[in-house]
């Protein structure tokens, strides 16, 4: 976590909405922390790790605590994260599900409102299209952040497709709703 607060990244951005997208799951839980609206800046991104070793309780309360520290530290407008994907393994899916509770049971006791969205929604949003490949996901991640290199680890890059997923959503409701 680069620790930018929060006060001194509105003033530099010029931007006061703040979005934390999540890329859930018990071993990794992917974070991403972008600013803006229009033009979008990368404030934050990273992992929580948890060790397999931990008994899960303990490792839902790590990251639980983990994801409160963040809320806490950059006081997002919303929380965004990834609709639980059933495939083939139903163990992965269900660990999926436990950390994407404990995302969301974070961010309402802080009262910061949380949206949801496809893999299809994401790969749509952020790429234009809905069966883009992780590496078309990750380029344009780091194109639509201005990087010069894709964000590392890849549930990094996944947490800001997701928070990019969210901004680019909302600018088409936006234009659509006429507001």
């Known amino acids: 976590m680069l620790g930018t607060p929060?006060?001194?990244?509105?003033?530099?951005t010029g931007e006061s909405s703040i979005t934390l997208g999540v890329?859930?799951?018990?071993?990794?839980?992917?974070?991403?922390?972008?600013?803006?609206?229009?033009?979008?800046?990368?404030i934050d991104f990273g992992v929580?790790?948890?060790?397999?070793?931990?008994?899960?309780?303990?490792?839902?309360?790590?990251?639980?605590?983990?994801?409160?520290?963040?809320?806490q530290a950059y006081h997002p407008d919303t929380v965004v994260v990834e609709q639980l994907f059933f495939a083939r393994n139903?163990?992965?899916?269900?660990?999926?599900?436990?950390?994407?509770?404990?995302?969301?049971?974070?961010?309402?006791?802080?009262?910061?409102?949380?949206?949801?969205?496809?893999?299809?929604q994401v790969k749509q949003a952020v790429s234009g299209y809905g069966r883009a490949n992780k590496g078309q996901m990750q380029e344009m991640v780091r194109i639509l952040l201005g990087l010069e290199d894709i964000p590392r680890p890849d549930d990094a890059a996944d947490a800001l497709a997701v928070a990019l997923c969210h901004v680019q959503t909302a600018r088409f409701r936006q234009a659509v709703d006429g507001r």
């Open 6 to 12: 929060v006060d001194w990244v509105a003033k530099v």
């Open 23 to 42: 890329d859930p799951g018990t071993a990794l839980l992917g974070y991403g922390v972008i600013a803006g609206e229009d033009a979008l800046r990368l």
């Open 48 to 71: 929580l790790e948890t060790t397999p070793d931990e008994p899960m309780p303990n490792r839902l309360q790590f990251l639980y605590s983990g994801v409160c520290r963040l809320i």
């Open 90 to 120: 139903v163990t992965t899916a269900l660990a999926v599900g436990q950390a994407r509770g404990v995302v969301m049971l974070a961010a309402a006791q802080a009262g910061v409102p949380v949206n949801e969205y496809t893999p299809a």
